[in-house]
């Protein structure tokens, strides 16, 4: 067989590049749902990418966050947060405002373009994942999700571990 990728032939399903490696899976699901994304919310005039309409989504629930919390919501870097938050920032979708309690602490609201940029993004992510889950059922789609919050908390368990034992 060949090694050259242009000719090599998959058995089954294409998206099985590897099969077992889980993360290979799983990064490529999120490269289709960030494909589909970025088209699907260009189509209805948003350029954000999901982890901005997740920012978006949490700034609009939780109005006034740090920037310290939000990156601890989300658990990642503040550094992270910020590439995230910039685009948002630079498309007057947020506005980063000094906290009257703390002058070092930014407190972040969605400007009146943010709050409509969240309802859309709200609006819109149910018929968006319904898309890309077409070929669940809804009780597949269902234990889908259970599945996925029950790795999660395993690997967020397994770093925590980890960062102790370092």
């Known amino acids: 067989m060949s090694s050259d990728p242009k000719t090599l032939k998959t058995e089954g399903s ?12 799983i990064r490529r699901l999120q490269t289709l749902f960030g494909s589909h994304w970025q088209g699907w919310f260009r189509a209805r005039s948003l350029a954000v990418t999901p982890v901005q309409g997740g920012v978006l989504l949490l700034i609009g629930r939780y109005p006034g966050i740090s920037q310290i919390a939000l990156a601890r919501l989300l658990r990642i870097e503040a550094p992270t947060l910020i590439q995230s938050l910039a685009p948002l920032i630079e498309q007057k979708l947020v506005e980063r405002i000094r906290s009257t309690d ?15 940029a969240a309802a859309l993004v709200e609006a819109s992510t149910p018929e ?8 669940l059922s809804p009780e597949e789609r269902q234990t889908f999700l259970a599945l996925l919050d029950k790795a999660i908390a395993g690997a ?7 960062d102790q034992a370092e």
């Open 128 to 135: 968006h994942e319904a898309d890309l889950l077409r070929n």
């Open 156 to 162: 967020e368990a397994a770093i925590e571990e980890q």
């Open 14 to 25: 294409p998206a099985v590049l590897l099969d077992g490696v889980v993360g290979i899976r």
């Open 102 to 116: 703390d002058g070092r602490v930014y407190e972040l609201r969605l400007t009146k373009a943010g709050l409509h």
